[in-house]
């Protein structure tokens, strides 16, 4: 159970919310409309990050997952692992994700996504070397997205687990 308590959702910024999830609204979604603000700036944000970028699905939710598997954000995980085997990523190779960095058996791209993903999200200073893979990897533009969404999903991966959304559900 969530640390707050659920807000009832009207009004615009509720409305947009919804329209850009097909209608329903998630418990996240429900706890960020304490401060329509925020709920209104997030949903811009992750909606292009999510729907408006480049960067292939599969390279994308590879970052959120791992990021999900290294913050302990298991809401975080149970929303995006499907999409992430949606996207081709071998089912069996999901709880690679949560071993600690060795991803030893991910494809060559996934593994550098893995590495930047638990640079960024660790130790926040990427080494040069690094950098300069998934440059060549994604290009400019890929690699300020590959960027972007990881700094997103530590924000949202950070919101769940300090007010605990979806904790306790299945």
């Given at each position: 159970?969530a640390?707050?308590?659920?807000?009832?959702?009207?009004?615009?910024?509720?409305?947009?919310?919804?329209?850009?999830?097909?209608?329903?609204?998630?418990?996240?979604?429900?706890m960020?409309?304490?401060?329509?603000?925020?709920?209104?700036g997030?949903?811009?944000?992750?909606g292009?990050?999510?729907?408006?970028?480049?960067?292939?699905?599969?390279?994308?939710?590879?970052a959120?997952?791992?990021?999900?598997?290294?913050?302990?954000?298991?809401?975080?995980?149970?929303?995006?692992a499907?999409?992430?085997?949606?996207?081709?990523?071998?089912?069996?190779?999901?709880?690679?994700?949560?071993?600690?960095?060795?991803?030893?058996?991910?494809?060559?791209?996934?593994?550098?996504?893995?590495?930047?993903?638990?640079?960024?999200?660790?130790?926040?200073?990427?080494?040069?070397?690094?950098?300069?893979?998934?440059?060549?990897?994604?290009?400019?533009?890929?690699?300020?997205?590959?960027?972007?969404t990881?700094?997103?999903?530590n924000?949202?991966?950070?919101?769940?687990?300090?007010l605990?959304?979806?904790?306790?559900?299945?």
């Amino acid at each position: 159970m969530a640390r707050l308590p659920d807000v009832d959702p009207a009004g615009e910024v509720a409305e947009r919310v919804r329209a850009r999830r097909g209608g329903s609204l998630t418990p996240l979604d429900r706890m960020l409309l304490h401060s329509e603000p925020l709920a209104d700036g997030w949903n811009t944000l992750l909606g292009a990050v999510r729907s408006r970028f480049e960067l292939a699905a599969d390279l994308r939710e590879l970052a959120i997952c791992r990021i999900a598997a290294l913050n302990d954000a298991d809401y975080e995980w149970r929303a995006h692992a499907p999409l992430l085997v949606r996207a081709g990523f071998p089912e069996e190779r999901l709880e690679l994700l949560r071993a600690d960095r060795d991803v030893a058996g991910l494809r060559a791209e996934h593994a550098t996504v893995v590495a930047y993903t638990d640079a960024v999200t660790q130790d926040v200073r990427v080494p040069a070397e690094l950098f300069a893979d998934v440059r060549e990897l994604l290009g400019e533009r890929g690699t300020v997205e590959l960027t972007a969404t990881i700094a997103a999903y530590n924000m949202v991966s950070r919101f769940l687990v300090a007010l605990e959304i979806g904790e306790n559900e299945p």
